[in-house]
């Protein structure tokens, strides 16, 4: 079984530009959640889908993030235009409809705001 | 107070010693508790999850659940090199589905 990918695992991008990650969760899990580590601080929650719906967007920061998951397959995270706060390690993870809730994450994509 | 507290670390065990890591909860009605394992510029890795007080053992794992207390426990027995990680404590709280996490404590084991 293919595990949770994302891409790319590295961006850097200047402040004011345009990012877009990419989350690839495990076929067949309706659960898909991003969550966000920026340096020396916590891992934390930045929104939830089921399936193609937001169930929870509670983590995002501010309007210059935008998710999408176009047919509740992969989903996109998009910066615009992105600060230099954004910076930090951002994670996909993915879980099934029920039972375990322990989700499995993917690599991550480090970006980096100069 | 943070949702989650852990002692940053880095606790330091001989190899082969017993690793205990321990991590507390505010919110009362939390029912999900989980243990990952976070090697440096990797992702978290799921190690043990636990729902109801007491012990649940996997291998050289325990976990360890007291909600009148708001703790949760991690106990690696035989601790080995490759033991060596950040291990965060993660929640669900109350009517949601996001995992909140702590802070993680480092671990060293010492060969």
């Known amino acids: 079984e293919a595990g949770v990918t994302q891409f790319p695992s590295h961006s850097v991008i200047e402040k004011g530009q345009t990012v877009t990650l990419r989350c690839d969760p495990i076929?067949?899990?309706?659960?898909l959640y991003w969550y966000r580590r920026v340096m020396g601080k916590e891992i934390k929650f930045l929104l939830h889908?089921?399936?193609?719906?937001?169930?929870?967007e509670s983590g995002m920061p501010n309007n210059r993030f935008l998710a999408e998951r176009t047919g509740g397959t992969y989903s996109t995270l998009k910066v615009q235009p992105a600060e230099l706060e954004d910076s930090g390690v951002y994670f996909c993870?993915?879980?099934?409809?029920?039972?375990?809730?322990?989700?499995?994450f993917g690599s991550g994509t480090r970006l980096t705001v100069v | 107070q943070k949702e989650v507290e852990q002692n940053s670390g880095p606790l330091s065990v001989p190899e082969g010693a017993i690793a205990s890591l321990n991590c507390t909860y505010s919110?009362?009605?939390?029912?999900?508790f989980f243990w990952y394992r976070q090697y440096s510029g990797k992702s978290p890795e799921l190690i043990m999850s636990?729902?109801?007080?007491g012990d649940k053992e996997d291998g050289r794992f325990t976990a360890q659940l007291n909600k009148a207390s708001q703790y949760v426990s991690l106990l690696i027995r035989d601790s080995q090199p490759s033991d060596s990680a950040t291990y965060l404590c993660?929640?669900?709280?109350?009517?949601?589905?996001?995992?909140?996490f702590g802070s993680g404590t480092r671990l060293q084991v010492q060969p």
């Open positions: 076929s067949g899990h309706d659960n």
């Open positions: 993660a929640v669900i709280n109350t009517g949601r589905r996001a995992l909140t």
């Open positions: 919110d009362r009605g939390s029912q999900s």
């Open positions: 636990i729902y109801s007080n």
């Open positions: 993870a993915s879980s099934q409809t029920t039972g375990n809730y322990g989700y499995t």
């Open positions: 889908f089921v399936k193609e719906s937001k169930q929870d």
